[in-house]
């Protein structure tokens, strides 16, 4: 028999359950996830550092976990919410079970609570703190554990998931996994340096499928540092929090505008570059979390996947040189930008679809024709000059 476990949110609401994962008590921002499946994906997301995630689909863990398909080192979120658990998985793949896995991890979890009402409290009332316990069932007592916690407004995560040290990625995407042709790389390769916010493994694999040489630095790397890896490109990487906290992210960012390179942000990249230019970020009622997110703005619609609590004013960039590209097709709010005049765009989604569909993997492309278009205007000096 499971051990009992509660889930108390910063209202006051009481939701009991059973505990899978870890014993303990575990306090963060519950946000909910609209996926079918990638629950190790997104278990594993630097994105979700700081946040209980309750997972919509019904039934978690029946595919286990295969270490192949971890997106990061570790799990990065607090703790998760199901309404069913699969102990036993079913997947040749498979090495371990959800709940053996979060339990490794230290990392509780609570099922057989009504994930619908969950969902629509959070929908209704917003994202707020709430804890998960095994250890403190007095939902009085774990209600002001809750309520001493800090807002998600105000935090800079993305330091403490980001790199220590600069490290250089080459794995492509795995043959079996490739969905596109074999792309001929550049001589010498496009070099991009990635500036890592919490990036994802499979958006650096999608960099180096498309021939680029990939540098990956941590988040406070200062600018002069970036650019002298004498990159042919920049790329700012996904992360947890508050973008208008990452402080040093956002002048890094101003100061590598100078340099007119192709620039290429995604999701809290994306609302770096936005500050970087002069725009204001905001605090979503409930955020974009799940791989079915309509994003566009003429005729042509993306299904994204997408994994963000805040966005980027549209008033506020009314005096910024950049022009809207892609709104989220649910709720209008800004989902891309470029440039005006620069080499420079970015999408509040992760076109590299892990999870999710591929849609939105041309801006991979798009980001190689710019940096390909540079080297030309921009050659490297000889070898043998």
């Known amino acids: 028999m499971a051990a009992p476990a509660i889930l108390v949110l910063a209202d006051g609401s009481v939701f009991r359950g059973f505990s899978f994962g870890a014993p303990g008590t575990a306090i963060g921002e519950v946000v909910f996830n609209t996926g079918m499946t990638g629950y190790q994906e997104v278990l594993t997301d630097p994105s979700y550092c700081g946040q209980i995630v309750t997972f919509t689909y019904p039934e978690l863990g029946n595919t286990g976990i295969t270490p192949e398909d971890d997106e990061s080192d570790r799990p990065h979120v607090r703790g998760a919410i199901a309404r069913n658990i699969c102990t036993v998985p079913s997947n040749w793949r498979s090495r371990q079970s959800l709940p053996d896995y979060l339990s490794a991890h230290r990392i509780p979890g609570i099922y057989g609570i009504d994930t619908r009402a969950l969902t629509r409290k959070i ?23 809750v309520l001493a916690a800090p807002s998600m407004q105000g ?13 250089e990625w080459t794995e492509p995407t795995p043959p079996a996994w490739e969905f596109r042709p074999p792309v001929t790389p550049e001589e010498p390769p496009l070099t991009v340096v990635a500036l890592d916010f919490g990036v994802k493994r499979n958006i650096l694999r999608r960099l180096a499928s498309y021939g680029c040489r990939v540098i990956v630095v941590p988040s406070d790397t200062p600018a002069e540092t970036v650019l002298s890896y004498n990159p042919d490109g920049i790329f700012l990487s996904n992360g947890p929090g508050d973008p208008a906290a990452v402080v040093e992210g956002i002048e890094t ?24 230019l002069g725009a204001e970020t905001f605090k979503l009622k409930f955020g974009h979390r799940g791989l079915n997110q309509p994003a566009g703005l003429t005729r042509e619609v993306e299904i994204t996947s997408q994994n963000h609590g805040f966005a980027i004013s549209k008033e506020s960039l009314e005096k910024t040189p950049v022009a809207v590209t892609h709104l989220n097709l649910n709720d209008k709010t800004i989902a891309g930008l470029k440039h005006q005049t620069l080499p420079i765009f970015s999408v509040q989604y992760h076109p590299e679809a892990s999870p999710g569909p591929h849609d939105a993997d041309y801006l991979f492309g798009e980001f190689v024709a710019q940096m390909r278009a540079y080297r030309q205007q921009h050659p490297r000096p000889s070898a043998t000059g």
Do not use: K, W
């Open 155 to 167: 935090q800079n995560l993305a330091n403490m998931v980001s790199t220590r040290t600069p490290y």
């Open 253 to 276: 960012a101003r100061q590598l505008l100078a340099a007119q390179r192709p620039m290429f942000g995604i999701c809290l990249g994306h609302q770096l570059l936005g500050l970087s």
């Open 123 to 145: 929908r209704t009332v917003g994202a707020m703190n709430g804890g998960i316990s095994t250890e403190i069932l007095d939902p009085l007592q774990l209600l002001q554990e």
